[in-house]
């Protein structure tokens, strides 16, 4: 007797058995196969799952990766440079920067008698920028409709071997956007810490050659030619932005010290458009300073905004020690900037 011959096609079987006669001799049956391959998994997005914030006429989009602002309206007005959620975030747009924020030269650095070495991700100037978390997913822990919580446990590494969790926070409310990160260290050793913020301003429907910048700050920090800090100064010039400043053919990516603060304890940027809007960002006293960048020559940027970044130190503070944060086991560190458009 002669056996069947069995092929797979798809996701049939397909029996072929030798007919009785010679006219049936090429006839098959086909029967459905019940088991089915594992389905593929859809292509995860650039920035991760998107959280949407509303309240009055204010809307938010928080994405996972990075725990990045992604849109912020009011009425309908960017405050800052969207991005498509189908994108990776150009130029660090609204994420957070832990656990340093701005340059690190050539990745290396010594804490406490240890030397240690992170991966260098600005390979024109050999530095490591904007810290360890910018571009990885967070968890929303909590979500309403105008709040959303976002944690990460950075993990030990050869090059940060410390374990620090962040839980990052956005609320809208009738003041505006308002942004705090808890970090807490969950090692049995001290850890250096320090954190950034990386929103790009709107301009709305101008440009920002037709804005003005006021930055509340009265030491202007020096640097060289890979951006990395070699002094201070008391500003002057195009560094001395105390009072509204108007922005045309100005290009800065340069960072203020000696933050000046209003009777609440905030310090203040402010970005007026042709629109008479004004753009107003505030930072609470853990912040020791601000960075702003127009983005000139930066791909998909190149002048279409300004980042204002509120900072806890400056450039190269794994190794200069200056406002580092040293974070000792169980110890928590809160931070809280915010966003108005007036």
């Not at 920067?97 to 390979?123: Q, S």
């Not at 030990?156 to 003041?175: E, I, K, R």
């Not at 340069?254 to 809007?277: E, F, K, N, Q, V």
Request: charged letters at 20%; aromatic letters at 8%; one cysteine or more.
């Amino acid at each position: 007797m002669h056996k069947p011959t069995v092929r797979y096609v798809g996701g049939y079987t397909i029996t072929a058995r030798p007919s009785r006669t010679p006219a049936d001799r090429h006839h098959y049956r086909v029967s459905v196969n019940t088991s089915t391959a594992p389905s593929r998994p859809a292509r995860a997005l650039p920035t991760g799952t998107q959280h949407v914030l509303t309240h009055g006429d204010q809307h938010a989009v928080v994405a996972a990766v990075g725990a990045s602002l992604r849109e912020y309206t009011v009425a309908g007005r960017d405050v800052v440079l969207p991005f498509a959620e189908t994108e990776s975030a150009p130029a660090f747009s609204g994420a957070v920067l832990a656990p340093w924020p701005n340059r690190l030269t050539d990745g290396e650095y010594t804490f406490d008698g240890i030397d240690l070495e992170v991966p260098v991700t600005e390979h024109a100037r050999r530095t490591a920028l904007h810290g360890l978390v910018a571009y990885v997913a967070f968890t929303a822990t909590a979500h309403t409709a105008d709040r959303v919580v976002l944690e990460h446990t950075i993990v030990p590494t050869p090059g940060y071997p410390w374990s620090v969790h962040l839980a990052v926070t956005y609320t809208l409310d009738d003041d505006g956007l308002r942004v705090e990160v808890d970090a807490t260290n969950l090692d049995d050793s001290p850890a250096p810490y320090g954190v950034g913020f990386h929103p790009w301003l709107s301009p709305g429907d101008g440009t920002v050659d037709a804005c003005t910048l006021q930055v509340d700050a009265d030491v202007h920090v020096t640097v060289d030619d890979r951006l990395l800090p070699t002094g201070t100064e008391p500003v002057a010039g195009v560094f001395d932005l105390r009072t509204a400043t108007s922005l045309d053919g100005v290009a800065l990516d340069d960072a203020w010290l000696g933050m000046t603060r209003d009777a609440d304890g905030l310090s203040w940027i402010r970005l007026t458009a042709p629109d008479g809007r004004t753009t107003s960002m505030w930072a609470d006293a853990s912040f020791a300073a601000w960075q702003v960048c127009t983005g000139d020559g930066i791909p998909r940027i190149d002048r279409r905004g300004v980042a204002a970044e509120p900072m806890t130190c400056v450039a190269d503070a794994f190794r200069t020690g200056e406002d580092l944060v040293r974070l000792a086991p169980g110890e928590r560190h809160h931070v809280a900037w915010g966003l108005q458009l007036r």
